[in-house]
């Protein structure tokens, strides 16, 4: 049973629009959630994060809203750059637990 | 300069040669894990570590030992390695409840 869901494969945007990637989950215990970036042949950068007590976390370009009704969190990023093509994780956690990862959507942000 | 080292970054091996990946992190975190990323499967957690000397299964540990006798290092040991475990593999370590931290990768190719 997987836990955290990406069910986009892959997303590709213009520059200067917004990306929507989204990513549902099903433990209900899970308290903390975080999106990572992932670049070819290197290893994954944390990006954003969000508490299950807030729906809303911005930081410059990146936001991540969090539906803990729906069981499902959502990255913008406004305006995509071409920089920004790279494949995404979304993450979530108990407290101080071991992290589950999705399997990662692929952004494709053309010039 | 904080980061987690991974040692080697490729190898190419047979079939029950036993190897051993090195994983050392230079932030004195508490907690360090193994993740294995293979294609349409997200990264998947083999073990990981909540301090020195307290090691878990993670989602994935079948065909692998893991060993933490200092608080920098966690090295990854496979005993008889075996195809279905070439994959690229990931060494992360955080502090608390704060993100992960990934190491480069290192791609495993078991023949």
């Known amino acids: 049973d997987q836990q955290v869901k990406q069910n986009s494969p892959s997303l590709s945007v213009q520059e200067g629009r917004i990306s929507i990637l989204n990513c549902d989950y099903t433990?209900?215990?899970?308290?903390?959630f975080l999106w990572y970036k992932k670049y070819p042949a290197e290893g994954p950068t944390f990006l954003i994060s969000?508490?299950?007590?807030?729906d809303k976390n911005e930081d410059g370009r990146f936001t991540v809203f969090l539906n803990k009704s729906a069981k499902h969190l959502s990255l913008h990023i406004v305006p995509s750059q071409p920089g920004d093509s790279a494949v995404y994780f979304c993450?979530?956690?108990?407290?101080?637990?071991?992290?589950?990862f999705g399997d990662g959507t692929t952004l494709t942000v053309k010039p | 300069e904080a980061q987690v080292t991974q040692n080697p970054r490729y190898l190419i091996t047979v079939t029950g040669k036993k190897l051993t990946v090195t994983c050392s992190q230079n932030?004195?975190?508490?907690?360090m894990s193994w993740y294995r990323q293979d294609p349409g499967l997200g990264l998947r957690q083999i073990y990981y570590?909540?301090?020195?000397?307290?090691?878990d299964k993670g989602d994935v540990p079948e065909g692998y030992k893991v060993s933490r006798k200092e608080k920098r290092n966690f090295p990854l040991i496979l005993e008889s390695p075996s195809p279905n475990q070439t994959s690229l593999y990931f060494c992360?370590?955080?502090?608390?409840?704060?993100?992960?931290?990934f190491g480069p990768g290192t791609r495993l190719t078991v023949l």
């Open positions: 992360a370590s955080r502090k608390g409840s704060t993100e992960q931290f």
């Open positions: 433990n209900s215990m899970f308290d903390y």
């Open positions: 969000i508490s299950s007590i807030k």
């Open positions: 993450a979530a956690r108990q407290g101080a637990g071991k992290s589950t």
């Open positions: 932030m004195n975190h508490e907690y």
């Open positions: 570590s909540m301090n020195v000397e307290v090691t």
